[in-house]
């Protein structure tokens, strides 16, 4: 009986990896119950060992050819760097966590809170002292590794120079003494002429000469030896650290809203104080209205928010959102659009060419013509409802507000929704148009009306085909997105990996090939779900999965 | 007048001026509780002649009649049961059975209708594999849901397009006898459209025979007078069982000789040989002794 329950586990599980598109680990699972292991560790070493192997031999190509190849914004990061530039990006994120925390922090929290940072700034302050030490050190014990690989060309680079100038002078006087004797008719005008050619070349060799060891020079300046580099940043990091703390206290003991509000609180009870004991008409007036403006600043101040940083958590949220608001207005358009076309050839062809003309336009188009167009409906704003609903309303949970709506989001979204309606249109006309006909002899013979016809026969009959159009244009849509975002500076993954282009040190080249990796991730997973989607849909046992 | 009737009913594809006419001059009268087996060769137009019966085609010329009324548009009261099962894949048996009681049926409460379905699902015993889907179950059993969902519409007619064409032999003979059954302790008029016609003669009152198309018609009649329950084990004993098949199978092979020598004038001579039983009655007596199931149709061919 035992048995039975765990082999029924076992498929279960089977089944859900089949479903999830993790057929990978199928293997892995056989092997865990014990189903012929030996062919199970000869798949697992076929089809999961060997493509680690290759990933880990391309990440090893890439760690090792990256850092050769010099750019503008310096070096290609290699792979490590970019774990390091996540880990930043971490970082960052809990900082902005930090100040949001001490900003909104009331009461005992925030003395808490208070005690602990200037806790942690010392802590950090001695840190940074400690590694400043550090870096000092090596910066001198590299120092003298530096000089001992730059002296020797200094000295040589100085050797050099001299003695061409020497030279040079020497020359110069020879052919002065030639001019002089072509004045006084002893030399001819072509030795003169020859001299001075041989002169110029002379310089010109000797200068380049000199370049080529002054540029070994600055070469090993500029790439100081990596122990200095390292401690160098660690210390910057312990200081970074430190300023952070800086600010916490800072907003805890007078940015924090609390404070801010009680301050204005006690100006205001000031004021009544004042205005009691007023003995003059104009007097009491002035502190009637600072009464007022006073408690109506307090009230205001107790719902203002921390302005955070956009961090590439927050970007991707939002490019989350805007995908799957641009998705969501692609499904509802395309959807019933395709089941028309299907179900109608009059339909279908009147919008043959319609679909023809529009699916080919680049995504920048359609940008460009939704910020024209649906620019229009937004003159304002910031007064407009949508905007306002979005972004105040306290109907709406405080994720939403946290997305900060904005027109250029709106426009990426309905540049996404462009995009990604073709497939899911032309599919959905696809799995409509190509229903089995006994499917719908078998509607005529029960006389469903249309509507039951609809939900219970063509639309079923349908959804795989459609879900196979739903997975392509949301990945179109992912894509196109990005671009999108770059190109309307609408926050997001898009617009991160532009901003960080513009910055264009190494640093943010480092962030460039992490958002890389994360616009890979998050698609690769969107993709998955739509798989898992479109298995559950399928009636014929996954055969209309691609 | 009959129950069901088809009066000079013609039916063609293709544009006026390179029609081909498929069914041509097509009469049939089929009386209530009747069984009637249409038999023909593959690509004879058995299929349109279905369709004109179920109401899924109309004819150029003439008539489909139930009970006096024309036939316009499908119906529940004309219970088709398709060649290929036409379950919906996305459904369950149940659920497949229930879409149709549901339908038909709106008034029902959910106990009866529930109730409805699964005497339906018991009748061609699918009971175990009511919550299975189409594509979990053997061609047998969904040519049996297939079979369940039609009789679930109550039809006045039932009409059985090739229902077992698709089966194997020995399942197809499991099958015949669970229709048979049905048909006998629950009459109603049957059209069936067969290509066997051993399954005709074992199963119909009438054996109607369709000529090769095109312009394809009903030949004359056969009446199979054997009564009823017919046991398929004693049948190939039965002489006018060997008679009946044997004037049967030679009235289509004389059709199929004809349509060939029209369409080419040379023909091919066969052998002059004619089949003939050779196993031994004790042997078949020791089949039937151990219980076993052949398919007697098969065993005489």
């Given amino acids: ?546 | 007048m009959s129950f069901l009737e088809i009066k000079q009913a013609n039916v063609g594809f293709g544009p006026v001026s390179n029609r081909t006419e498929v069914l041509s001059d097509i009469n049939l009268k089929v009386e209530e509780n009747e069984f009637v087996a249409v038999i023909g060769f593959s690509g004879a137009g058995k299929s349109t002649l279905m369709n004109l019966l179920a109401g899924l085609q109309r004819p150029d010329q003439g008539s489909v009649t139930v009970k006096g009324q024309l036939v316009k548009e499908p119906g529940p009261h004309l219970g088709l049961m398709f060649q290929n099962y036409s379950l919906l894949p996305w459904l369950s048996v149940f659920e497949n059975i229930e879409l149709a009681v549901k339908t038909v049926f709106p008034k029902l409460s959910k106990s009866e209708r529930r109730e409805n379905i699964m005497h339906y699902i018991d009748m061609v015993k699918l009971t175990p594999a009511a919550e299975k889907k189409p594509h979990e179950l053997s061609g047998g059993m969904r040519q049996r849901a297939s079979l369940a969902r039609t009789l679930s519409l109550q039809p006045e007619v039932l009409l059985l397009d090739e229902p077992l064409s698709a089966l194997d032999a020995l399942t197809r003979s499991e099958l015949q006898d669970q229709i048979l059954n049905i048909w006998e302790k629950d009459k109603r008029t049957v059209v069936m459209i067969t290509n066997d016609v051993d399954e005709a003669v074992l199963m119909a009152d009438r054996i109607i025979p369709l000529t090769i198309g095109p312009q394809a018609t009903l030949a004359e009649e056969f009446r199979v007078n054997m009564e009823r329950p017919r046991d398929r084990h004693t049948l190939n004993d039965h002489p006018e069982f060997m008679r009946l098949k044997a004037e049967i199978t030679s009235f289509m092979m004389g059709l199929n000789k004809e349509s060939k020598a029209n369409a080419n004038s040379s023909s091919t001579s066969m052998p002059d040989i004619k089949p003939k039983d050779f196993s031994l009655p004790s042997a078949r007596l020791d089949f039937r002794n151990r219980k076993a199931k052949p398919s007697g149709s098969r065993s005489v061919a």
């Avoid at chain 1, 100040?99 to 602990?116: I, P, Q, S």
């Avoid at chain 1, 302050?125 to 590794?145: D, I, R, V, W, Y």
């Fill in chain 1, 1 to 546: 009986m035992s048995q039975k329950g765990s082999d029924k586990f076992k498929y279960g599980l089977l089944k859900a990896i089949d479903v999830s598109g993790f057929k990978v680990f199928d293997p892995v699972v056989r092997l865990i119950f014990a189903e012929e292991p030996r062919k199970q560790i000869q798949d697992i070493a076929k089809y999961m060992l060997l493509p680690i192997i290759f990933c880990l031999v391309c990440f090893f190509m890439w760690d090792i050819i990256g850092p050769r190849h010099k750019t503008k914004s310096g070096e290609v990061p290699s792979p490590g760097k970019v774990l390091e530039a996540a880990k930043d990006a971490t970082r960052f994120k809990q900082r902005e966590g930090e100040k949001e925390a001490a900003f909104v922090a009331e009461g005992k929290d925030r003395e808490a809170l208070l005690a602990d940072s200037k806790k942690k700034l010392t802590e950090f302050e001695e840190k940074t002292a400690e590694l400043q030490e550090l870096s000092a050190a090596a910066a001198k014990s590299g120092q003298n590794k530096i000089d001992a690989s730059l002296n020797p060309i200094k000295e040589k680079y100085d050797t050099l120079k001299a003695k061409y100038k020497t030279a040079q002078t020497e020359r110069k006087e020879a052919i002065s003494t030639l001019a002089d004797q072509f004045a006084n008719k002893q030399a001819s005008k072509d030795e003169l002429i020859a001299a001075m050619e041989e002169d110029s070349l002379q310089k010109e060799s000797e200068k380049e000469e000199l370049k080529v060891l002054s540029q070994q020079l600055d070469d090993i300046r500029a790439n100081p030896p990596k122990e200095i580099k390292e401690a160098q940043l660690a210390a910057n990091k312990a200081a970074d650290e430190v300023q952070h703390y800086k600010k916490v206290i800072d907003i805890l003991t007078t940015g924090n809203r609390e404070v801010k509000k009680n301050a204005l609180l006690e100006k205001a009870e000031k004021a009544e104080a004042a205005l009691t004991v007023a003995t003059t008409g104009a007097e009491a007036q002035k502190q009637a209205k600072a009464v007022v403006s006073n408690k109506d600043k307090a009230g205001k101040a107790d719902e203002q928010k921390f302005p955070k940083a956009a961090t590439i958590y927050w970007q991707t949220y939002r490019s989350l959102a805007t995908v799957f608001v641009g998705f969501l207005i692609a499904v509802l358009v395309a959807v019933p659009v395709g089941i028309m076309c299907g179900l109608n050839r009059i339909v279908m062809a009147c919008l043959t060419p319609i679909i023809s003309i529009f699916r080919p336009v680049s995504p920048v188009v359609w940008l460009l013509i939704f910020q024209i167009i649906v620019g229009a409906f937004f003159p304002d704003p910031d007064k407009h409802w949508l905007f306002q609903t979005m972004n105040e309303s306290k109907l709406l949970p405080g994720f939403i507000h946290n997305l900060q709506v904005n027109p250029a989001m709106i426009f990426s979204a309905c540049t996404v929704a462009m995009c990604a309606l073709w497939p899911a249109l032309v599919n959905t006309a696809l799995g409509v148009s190509s229903i089995d006909k006994d499917h719908l002899n078998v509607a005529k013979v029960l006389r469903l009306g249309f509507w039951s016809r609809l939900f219970k026969i063509i639309i079923p009959a349908s959804l795989p085909l459609v879900f196979a159009g739903l997975r392509i244009s949301l990945g179109v849509g992912w894509m196109v997105l990005i671009a999108a975002e770059a190109l309307s500076s609408s926050d997001g993954l898009g617009k991160y990996v532009w901003d960080e282009y513009q910055n264009g040190s190494s640093q943010s080249f480092a962030n460039i090939i992490l958002a890389c990796f994360v616009v890979g991730i998050i698609g690769f997973f969107l993709d998955r779900i739509m798989i898992m989607l479109q298995k559950l849909v399928s009636f014929d046992d996954g055969s209309a999965t691609a």
